[in-house]
């Protein structure tokens, strides 16, 4: 198993999660991080870290959000898509997007 980031970390970016991972499988892209599942070793460290609540063990993914299972796969590999491993200033409208719902078209590739 893994863990998966949500579409709530979409449009906030914030990279409290970052600087707990041991074996560093974040990815980071424009408005959003992933996790890179053949790098996550599965210790659940950045869950709590993450202010708004992105994060889920894979068997633990909502419903109506179990397509970013696949999506973090997919952009874990993407070209842009490169490793991060020190913490960064969240987005500038973090604050705004934290608590909407329904960003997956926000999503920038």
Aim: glycine share 2%.
């Amino acid at each position: 198993m893994t863990h998966v980031v949500t579409e709530s970390c979409i449009r906030c970016k914030y990279t409290d999660c970052v600087d707990v991972c041991p074996v560093d499988c974040f990815r980071e892209g424009p408005n959003m991080l992933v996790i890179d599942p053949d790098e996550c070793i599965d210790c659940a460290v950045c869950i709590p870290e993450c202010p708004v609540n992105a994060i889920y063990a894979e068997e633990d993914v909502p419903a109506d959000q179990i397509p970013l299972v696949k999506l973090n796969t997919e952009l874990s590999r993407a070209p842009g898509w490169k490793s991060i491993t020190k913490r960064k200033p969240s987005l500038p409208d973090a604050d705004e997007w934290k608590d909407k719902t329904g960003k997956l078209s926000e999503l920038v590739r």
